[in-house]
Structures are given as C-alpha cells and as structure tokens.
C-alpha cells in the first residue's frame, strides 16, 4: 500500500550474513507487525510492536520501532536457507478501521 | 487446534460468472478482515468485520464485490460479474481482539486463489 513502503523489494544473501529489511509508514502507527509468507501459503506471524523504542527478538530475528513510531526494522542474524520468504510489514493506523500492509520483501538465501 | 481454514483453495472461473468465497475464522474470533493478493505485491484490505457488524468496507474495489458476516462466525465474500482483473488471492484473517486492541493478532487462512479466465 501506499501508506507503507517496504525497502528491499528482494534480497539475496550468502547463508550466514546478517541482514535488514525497513518499513516505513507515511502515517502514525498505532501497531506495527511483522509476517512472513511463503510461496501459496497464508501469512505467518512474527511479531508486533506498538511502543516506540521497542526492541523484540525471536530467534534470531528482531525487530525494533523507533521513537517517532514511523519506521520499523526487521533484522536477520546469520541467516539460514530457512529464512528464505517473502517478509511483509503491516499496520494499524492511528484513526483508520483498517490494516495496512507493505509491498514485502523477497528473501533468498543461498547455501 | 484448527486454524482459519478457507474454501475453496482454487477456483478458475469465467469472465462474468458470480463466484463465493468462505472463510472459517478461529472459533470464537471477534475480528475478522477480507484482502485481496495481487502476484508480487502484499495484501490490500478489503473489508474488516467485529463480530457481524462490517465496520469497514473502503477496500471493495467495486459494488460487484460484497462480503457478509451474519452470524458473526463463517464470513463470505461474493464477486458478482468476476472481471480477469479480480484474479488474485484473497485472504481471510481473524483475530480474538479488536482492531486496537494492544493484544491484537491475526491469524490467516491458506487463501483462495482465484483465476478468471
């Protein structure tokens, strides 16, 4: 959508190499979420951050809001071929009865 | 236990046929939203229910689409007229809370791919 845009379009990484996806909104967040998808499959939930200047981890995955609750980051510690996906951002905006999601970011890691 | 399940997963339809789609949410889900995937692109809402009542439906591309939630459970969205540009997947999502809510988190179904031929 054009309320957020998601940067890399794709990536391609030598197994092992960190990496970092950004999602920026042109509006206030009121949550901003992360999932992944794979290829003819549903969307699969990471993970949700609301506060700005909140960090979360899973695995070796985190993600972090910053203050002005605008932009978030998706980083991606010695990635595995697992990781391979299509990584999407999406939000609820402040005043809008809607979810918002970015063009996601298509990641290939190679063994 | 059972997710959001969506029937059916393929259908190819002609131009001009009417098509429904179901969605089966999580039991017990308050929340339940409708979007449409194009190939290569993220999810564009279509429309987001709280329990029956459609609280939103800004993302219906045109009238020939329609969505219904009477029951508050199993929601369908109807294409009447399909045009090839309606060919995507549509996805359904539910969620225990509302839109809002700082505990809030979809769930996705599989999604149905729609080709209109």
């Known amino acids: 959508s054009q309320e957020l845009e998601q940067s890399p379009q794709s990536l391609i990484v030598q197994e092992g190499k960190n990496l970092t996806i950004n999602c920026t909104s042109s509006?206030?967040?009121?949550?901003l979420y992360w999932y992944k998808q794979k290829y003819g499959e549903g969307l699969i939930f990471l993970m949700m951050l609301q506060k700005g200047g909140e960090e979360k981890s899973h695995e070796k995955i985190t993600a972090k809001l910053d203050e002005k609750k605008q932009q978030s980051s998706l980083h991606i510690t010695a990635s595995q071929p697992s990781h391979a996906g299509i990584y999407l951002c999406g939000a609820h905006l402040w005043g809008f009865n809607k979810f918002y999601f970015g063009s996601g970011t298509k990641l290939n890691v190679k063994p | 236990g059972a997710g959001v399940s969506q029937s059916p997963r393929y259908k190819v339809a002609k131009r001009g046929q009417d098509v429904a789609l179901r969605c089966d949410p999580i039991s017990g889900h308050v929340s339940l939203f409708w979007y449409q995937q194009a190939l290569g692109q993220g999810p564009e809402f279509l429309t987001y229910f709280q329990n029956e009542a459609q609280l939103d439906k800004s993302g219906l591309p045109s009238d020939r689409f329609f969505a219904e939630r009477p029951e508050g459970s199993v929601s369908t969205l109807k294409i009447q007229r399909t045009q090839q540009e309606d060919s995507a997947v549509y996805l359904c999502?539910?969620?225990?809370?509302?839109?809002?809510?700082?505990?809030?988190?979809?769930?996705f179904g599989p999604g149905t791919r729609l080709t209109v031929t």
């Open positions: 999502a539910s969620s225990l809370a509302v839109l809002g809510a700082t505990s809030y988190e979809q769930y």
């Open positions: 509006k206030t967040l009121y949550g």
